[in-house]
């Protein structure tokens, strides 16, 4: 997937709070719906956009169906941000010394 879809997707903040809830430990849709404000077919609107997406995965067990993140595809975005942390991390330096200038006088 392009990075420009991977932003379309992470654009809405539901999928980000759904993203952001995965990182500790995977969990069931009954698991996201108690930490959102979405309901049970809106939770999974947004694991089927994410699981095509291959932002999460999906395993069956028992009754329940569990979702894990699944970071690779983020990589890509990642990978795109690169030359842009160079650009911040030059002006936050250029920050710095100004700020140890201003103290030293």
Known sequence: MKPANLFEILSEPNRRTILDALRSKERSVG???ALSSLSQPGISKHLKILREAGLVSVRKDAQRHLYVLRAQPLMEIDHWLEPYRQFWSNKLD???RQLDEEEEM
């Open 31 to 33: 698991e996201l719906v």
């Open 94 to 96: 250029e920050l710095e």
